[in-house]
């Protein structure tokens, strides 16, 4: 079983930045692609981004593509997301999920363990 942490969430001002973070158990954290998705009210949840294990691959909705960046640190078992550029269609949950087997993933399916979320509000 793999625990999964968010942090980092919080109210900023359109145009802004923030950083999030999440924090996922295990020695083998090296070996899982990590995820972010977010779940908005009244919408379903969507893919924001996802990295490789060894952050050589990346990929990005085209909604966040240019303002966010997807970032890990296998030595300390964290991803980030940085929300750069942020607009108020940017509210939502964001959850960091963990895929264990091999390969990227867009969708939820793809991901074994999931944190709690964390909020991020943009005021306009």
């Known amino acids: 079983q793999v625990q999964v942490v968010e942090s980092g969430g919080g109210l900023v001002q359109a145009g802004g930045s923030l950083r999030i973070s999440c924090a996922a158990s295990g020695r083998t954290f090296g070996t899982y692609t990590m995820g972010w998705f977010r779940q908005g009210s009244g919408n379903r949840r969507e893919f924001v981004a996802a990295i490789s294990r060894t952050g050589d691959v990346i990929e990005y909705a085209d909604s966040v593509k240019g303002r966010f960046t997807i970032s890990r640190d296998n030595a300390k078992n964290t991803v980030f997301l940085q929300m750069n550029i942020v607009k108020p269609e940017d509210t939502a949950v964001y959850y960091c999920?963990?895929?264990?087997?091999?390969?990227?993933?867009?969708?939820?399916?793809?991901?074994?363990?999931w944190g709690q979320g964390t909020q991020v509000s943009v005021s306009s």
């Open positions: 999920a963990v895929r264990s087997g091999v390969g990227m993933g867009r969708m939820s399916y793809d991901y074994d363990y």
